[in-house]
């Protein structure tokens, strides 16, 4: 997220998108593709075998544009901006998603880890509003359980201060 999407004193805290394990499924998928269009090109002779050869290589072309460039530039393209006002969420290449939660919405920070995120360090972050959607997920967040202290100690601020305007 941009400066320029900020409001006026608004300050990002954390900024980040899912972490690059996500990479690692279509990484195997582009050496699988490149290992089966490279098998086939070495059992094709020269003549009437090329035409086999060609659709091959053209059959992994695309695959590696479907499986490899479109998760590629998915990932890239989504993030997770805290603010200290309010959490932003956007996703998508061609259509962008967002999302905006305001901070003073949020009533729950809850963390869920497995045993690949905590080799990974990484994990799922589940954030409960007041809304009526309930909770919003933000799966494979880098280093979740800094950015889950990192959000309490926003909570606690506005909350805090929320009490003394109050008093």
């Not at 998928?29 to 490149?34: A, K, P, R, S």
């Not at 998915?74 to 969420?89: E, I, M």
């Not at 959607?133 to 959000?151: A, F, M, N, Y």
Request: aromatic content about 6%; hydrophobic content about 45%; overall charge positive.
């Amino acid at each position: 997220m941009s400066a320029k999407h900020l409001s006026e004193g608004e300050r990002i805290v954390v900024s980040t998108r899912t972490h690059p394990k996500v990479l690692l499924g279509p990484l195997i998928v582009l050496v699988l593709l490149l290992a089966v269009g490279a098998f086939v090109e070495t059992r094709t002779g020269p003549g009437s075998d090329r035409w086999l050869s060609r659709v091959v290589w053209v059959l992994v072309a695309v695959g590696v544009v479907w499986f490899v460039v479109r998760p590629f530039l998915q990932w890239f393209a989504g993030s997770y901006t805290f603010t200290d006002r309010r959490l932003v969420t956007r996703t998508g290449v061609l259509t962008r998603r967002g999302h905006d939660i305001p901070l003073s919405r949020v009533s729950d920070v809850a963390v869920e880890r497995n045993v690949n995120d905590r080799l990974l360090g990484c994990g799922t972050l589940v954030i409960s509003d007041a809304s009526t959607h309930g909770s919003v997920t933000l799966p494979d967040i880098p280093r979740v359980e800094e950015v889950q202290r990192r959000l309490n100690d926003l909570l606690h601020e506005i909350h805090s201060g929320r009490d003394d305007e109050g008093a």
